[in-house]
């Protein structure tokens, strides 16, 4: 007689809620009698990035890509350096060009490539890739078969959690016809990872650079191409994101992101790197934002009104410090607001609260300073070697932080 029994509904959903997304994934392929649960029980992801050619699931590396190998075995070493970083991440036909180049043009690209060519200096990749496109526009407007074949690849990467180094685990081929198979693989692959249930947690979703590029495994052949989510095969407003990196931002990236988000659920941190969209409704709701640039002033603690902004690196003097404290005086911020600013060495941050302490209104107590902004609450600023708590998202040594409170309170907020 068999000793075994089923395992309880809630104990189910509890398993099923602890489980690492790719197991889980196998499980309900395996075990069917659990696929409406699976369905009810959020998915939950510590990391996922995504840029034009790869996304990362964890510790786990996807990156797609058309290779061209040639019929005679002699295939160019140009090429074949670039079949091995990932070939090309968008869609071609079958001579190897893509849909961007219009058809029924080809005669005129023609002419337009032997003129360049004749004027041009160029290195000899350069040389070789438009003798390259020479080739194919004259075979296409032909009609001839194209020299060589393609195929779509597929690597599977495992990503060190120490060093971020990247080891291969498994390539996959299929051979690729021209019909834009990059798009499908895509929508294939995320819907066999997020799998059909409601809700996706991600502890931490990153928007580019280029992945490969980082790890030292090759170039990013497209690096200002814009980010696109739409082959992505997730569900409107399924998206739950703790933090939300984006690299690069552009307002696309915000537009595309913002219908598969939660409307109920807030995003705890945003970190931005460039090209701020401060109109984005994603920025402006956002409690905490950290904000990167390498010619970033303390103004835009003025242009933002979100609870928490804290800055990595910025300029500033005596004028910028006084206009950001009259600007804060006009505003009357509310109690619990936290501007912050990361230094690497102490006498910079000294510097900042020089300057904030030449403001007349300015009194010390003991480490401190406060600067009144009304009756019912002033401004404490203050420097400090980064805490352990705040380094995930403060990778400076030192901080300054200026926050509002009540006037003569002794309890300070937690600062996250």
């Not at 309880?8 to 959903?13: G, W």
């Not at 002419?111 to 296409?140: D, P, Q, V």
């Not at 120490?162 to 081929?173: A, I, T």
């Amino acid at each position: 007689m068999s000793l075994s029994k089923p395992v309880p509904y809630e104990a189910q959903k509890s398993i099923l809620s602890f489980m690492d997304p790719m197991v889980r994934l196998e499980f309900a392929q395996r075990c069917p009698s659990i696929r409406n649960i699976n369905k009810l029980i959020p998915q939950k992801f510590e990391y996922f990035e995504t840029d034009e050619s790869c996304f990362e699931v964890n510790q786990t590396v996807i990156r797609m890509g058309i290779i061209k190998l040639y019929k005679n075995g002699k295939t160019p070493k140009w090429i074949m350096d670039e079949n091995r970083d990932g070939g090309s991440h968008v869609d071609l036909d079958r001579y190897g060009l893509s849909y961007r180049f219009q058809f029924g043009r080809d005669a005129e690209y023609i002419g337009f490539i032997k003129e360049c060519l004749k004027k041009h200096s160029m290195t000899e990749i350069e040389k070789a890739r438009k003798l390259e496109e020479l080739a194919a526009r004259k075979l296409r407007k032909d009609q001839k078969e194209p020299p060589f074949e393609q195929f779509l690849q597929v690597e599977f990467f495992e990503k060190s959690k120490n060093s971020g180094d990247l080891k291969l685990k498994n390539r996959e081929f299929l051979v690729y016809d021209g019909n834009r198979i990059i798009k499908k693989a895509r929508e294939y692959l995320s819907k066999k990872i997020f799998g059909e249930a409601e809700k996706i947690d991600i502890k931490t979703f990153e928007i580019g650079p280029n992945i490969m590029e980082r790890a030292g495994m090759g170039p990013n052949p497209h690096p200002k191409r814009s980010f696109y989510f739409g082959d992505f095969s997730i569900k409107a407003e399924q998206l739950r994101i703790e933090t939300l990196i984006i690299n690069n931002a552009t307002g696309n990236s915000l537009i595309q992101l913002r219908p598969f988000l939660d409307p109920n659920h807030r995003i705890k941190r945003i970190f931005l790197n460039e090209n701020l969209p401060e109109t984005d409704p994603i920025i402006q709701k956002n409690d905490f934002l950290i904000i990167n640039s390498n010619y970033m002033t303390i103004f835009i603690w003025n242009r933002l009104k979100n609870r928490k902004i804290h800055l990595p690196k910025a300029s500033f003097c005596d004028f910028s410090v006084r206009r950001v404290w009259e600007s804060w005086r006009m505003e009357q911020p509310e109690i619990g607001r936290v501007w912050s600013v990361g230094f690497e060495k102490e006498e910079k941050m000294k510097g900042i609260l020089t300057c904030f302490g030449k403001i007349e209104q300015a009194v010390e107590r003991g480490t401190r300073l406060y600067l009144p902004i009304n009756d019912q609450s002033e401004m404490m600023i203050w420097g400090e070697e980064t805490m352990e708590n705040d380094k995930e998202w403060c990778k400076s040594k030192l901080i300054v932080k200026i926050e509002v409170m009540a006037r003569n309170s002794v309890k300070r907020k937690k600062y996250f």
